[in-house]
């Protein structure tokens, strides 16, 4: 079976009808675990952050790819801005979130990592963003390491964060069988399109990134390939 044939078989299997066979067991949490004695990082709080008004048509109409990026800083409170319009939770109970962006069943598999390259108020690392508690902890990985992952490698190394979406893939299988595989990467799509519209207000530049040694990225974070992996990534900074 060659590799067209491998992606049709996906595709026949993950079809709505044959692939959406809900699993036994427990349901899986709504947010991967903390470790003890973890250092968390309080973000501004969303309910204080400045709105900002924009023309939307006008705003859909400019949107665009940005490559290149300015040597200003991003603010934290620009950084948690963003991470409050792609992830942030607007109503949770111990069975779900409601958060800023879609997701199917309201499963919100992603995980979002962020690369700070240019952020005033933190130090250059990765960090693990916990949308409940609207905060970060720090990830011990080799930032170098994880840039050299992206086929854009200047552009990640320009820039002054950049996002990446990984999946805990359960939260969709665990409801939705081989068809929440398909389901997690339209997730992905909602929440960078969310990024992008939202950096345009604060005078900031997105460039998506889908190009990278998948298999590399997961091991330098840590991740188990069957139960968590990367799905999509963004570069962005001040222009």
């Given at each position: 079976m060659n590799n067209f044939e491998a992606a049709q078989k996906f595709l026949h299997e993950s079809a709505w009808k044959s692939g959406s066979t809900v699993l036994s067991g427990s349901k899986p949490a709504l947010e991967l675990p903390l470790a003890k004695n973890e250092q968390i990082i309080p973000l501004p709080d969303p309910g204080m952050l400045h709105d900002h008004h924009v023309n939307f048509l006008e705003m859909v109409e400019l949107r665009s790819t940005v490559r290149q990026y300015s040597n200003v800083p991003l603010t934290l409170e620009e950084l948690s801005y963003l991470l409050w319009c792609t992830q942030g939770v607007k109503a949770a109970n111990p069975n779900m979130t409601l958060r800023t962006v879609?997701?199917?069943?309201?499963?919100?598999?992603?995980?979002?990592?962020?690369?700070?390259?240019?952020?005033?108020?933190?130090?250059k690392g990765i960090y693990r963003f916990l949308a409940i508690e609207h905060a970060l902890i720090p990830v011990s990985a080799d930032i170098e390491a994880v840039m050299k992952c992206f086929s854009t490698y200047k552009v990640v190394h320009n820039s002054a964060v950049v996002f990446i979406w990984s999946t805990v893939i359960e939260r969709l299988s665990f409801k939705f069988g081989l068809r929440g595989y398909r389901y997690a990467f339209i997730d992905a799509g909602?929440?960078?399109?969310?990024?992008?519209?939202?950096?345009?207000?604060?005078?900031?530049?997105v460039c998506p990134l889908g190009a990278f040694e998948d298999e590399k990225l997961n091991?330098?974070?840590?991740?188990?390939?069957?139960?968590?992996?990367?799905i999509y990534g963004a570069a962005m900074g001040k222009v």
């Open positions: 879609p997701s199917a069943g309201a499963s919100h598999s992603l995980e979002t990592y962020i690369l700070l390259n240019n952020v005033s108020g933190l130090a909602h929440v960078c399109q969310n990024l992008y519209l939202a950096a345009q207000t604060i005078n900031t530049g091991e330098l974070l840590n991740f188990d390939n069957d139960k968590q992996f990367v």
